[in-house]
């Protein structure tokens, strides 16, 4: 970085910056709000239980859960927590290592059974319902390569998590 000589937007990425920064902050208060009436929790919870409930034997690592859920370690062990005072999630070591499982209750489980048909619906409607299969594999295709930059630029210490 140069703030000497800084690489200004021009027209055409200011738009498309004003536009995306509008999305990745109304996309996850929508899915928030949705979430907190219908299921009685945060999107980010109900994420952390759908990841546990695709994985085999519906456990997974701490650490491994924390990438799968795009989240730091720490932010990732205080909503297991949470989730374990709810019944929906138990730790369990994992042997021969300091670490620990995350493992999907079957009151877990059955809160993501209960709870993904209005999440999927909501999804539906605030992302997929104006976009047509081109615009979703476009969408897929820049989402990708965004997600690419930032994993770069936190690992080269030129962005921060």
Known sequence: MNSENPRWLDAD???AWRVLVAV??????????QMQRD???THF???VLAVLSEAPERRLGLSTLATEANASLSRLSHVVTRLGKRGWVRREPI???RGSY??????????VVEAAPAHVETVQRLVF???????????ARIGSVLVEQIDKGIASGTGKA
């Open 13 to 15: 990425q200011q738009e």
């Open 24 to 33: 990745i902050t109304r996309l996850p208060a929508a899915l928030d709000t």
């Open 39 to 41: 299921a009685d929790m």
């Open 45 to 47: 919870e109900y994420f």
């Open 95 to 97: 042997p021969g290592s």
């Open 102 to 111: 995350a493992v999907l209750t079957d009151a877990g489980y059955a809160k």
């Open 129 to 139: 319902d104006g976009l047509d299969e081109h615009r979703v594999r476009d969408l």
